[in-house]
C-alpha cells in the first residue's frame, strides 16, 4: 500500500471489554513497531516484530496486552478485559532495514477510548 | 534503558523568526536521532534525522546538530511560517537500519505568530 494504515481510526470500549486493533505496513516491510500514544506524550513503545517473529516486547505494560504478526504482514494488538489506563493512541511504523538511509513510516493511529 | 529529555514543552516564536528545541540522551549506544512533526490528530512524520557519523545535517529550513560526547541534539527551523506549528519529538535508537525501537521525547508544541 501506500503507507501503514491502522483501523479502526477510533475505538470506544467499555471498561472490561476486550479490543482488536490492526495493522497494515507497508508492503514488503520486514520491521513493525506497535507504540502508545497519551494524551500530551511522547509515544512510547509497546513491541516489535521482525516479519513474524516478535523479537521485543518490553514495552508490553501487562499481560492483557497481546500483538502478533502471523504472515510476517498484518499485525494485529489486543488488549484484554480494557481499563481506563488503555485510553491512548495506539500507533504502527513500519520499516525496511534493507533500504539505505531507512526510516520509521507510522499510521495514523487508533485512538482507543475506555469508559 | 534509553532516556530521552526535550526542552522546551513549549515555544512561540514571531513568524520568520528562529526556533531551536533541545534533546539529551542517558544510552551512549544510541546512534541514530531522528525528528518527527505531529500535527493535530495526525501521523508522526520523519522531518529530518541525523546518524552518529556526522555532527549536523540541513535540509533548507531545518537543521540538526549532534554532540556524541554530550549526548544532545538540538533542531534548528529557520524563516519560521505558520505552517511550522505543530508538535515536534525527538527520538533515539540504537540501529539506524530501522530494526531498534525508538525512544522519544515528550514533545515540543511550537507556536508560530503571524
Known amino acids: 500500500g501506500a503507507g501503514v494504515s491502522q483501523s479502526p481510526r477510533y475505538k470506544v470500549a467499555k471498561r472490561g471489554q476486550d479490543v482488536a486493533l490492526r495493522c497494515d505496513p507497508i508492503?514488503?516491510?520486514?520491521?513493525l513497531f506497535w507504540y502508545q500514544q497519551a494524551l500530551g506524550q511522547g509515544p512510547e513503545f509497546l513491541t516489535y516484530?521482525?516479519?513474524?517473529?516478535?523479537?521485543?516486547k518490553s514495552g508490553l505494560p501487562s499481560d492483557r496486552f497481546f500483538a502478533e504478526r502471523p504472515e510476517g504482514s498484518v499485525s494485529t494488538l489486543k488488549i484484554q478485559r480494557t481499563q481506563q489506563e488503555d485510553s491512548a493512541v495506539y500507533l504502527c511504523a513500519s520499516s525496511s532495514p534493507e533500504v539505505v538511509n531507512t526510516e520509521a513510516f507510522f499510521g495514523q493511529g487508533t485512538r482507543l477510548t475506555v469508559v | 534503558g534509553e532516556n530521552v529529555e526535550q526542552h522546551p514543552s513549549t515555544l512561540s516564536v514571531q513568524e520568520g523568526d528562529s526556533a531551536v528545541i533541545k534533546c539529551t540522551y542517558s544510552d551512549s549506544a544510541s546512534n541514530y536521532f531522528p525528528w518527527y512533526k505531529q500535527e493535530l490528530g495526525k501521523r508522526p512524520q520523519l522531518i529530518i534525522d541525523i546518524r552518529s557519523n556526522v555532527g549536523e545535517k540541513k535540509d533548507q529550513r531545518i537543521a540538526v546538530t549532534l554532540n556524541k560526547t554530550a549526548k544532545h541534539f538540538s533542531l534548528h527551523i529557520t524563516e519560521t511560517q505558520p505552517e511550522d506549528s505543530a508538535v515536534y519529538f525527538c527520538a533515539a535508537s540504537k540501529s539506524n537500519f530501522g530494526n531498534e525501537k525508538l525512544t522519544f521525547g515528550t514533545g515540543t508544541r511550537l507556536t508560530i505568530i503571524p
Open positions: 508492503s514488503g516491510h520486514v520491521s
Open positions: 516484530f521482525q516479519n513474524e517473529a516478535q523479537l521485543d
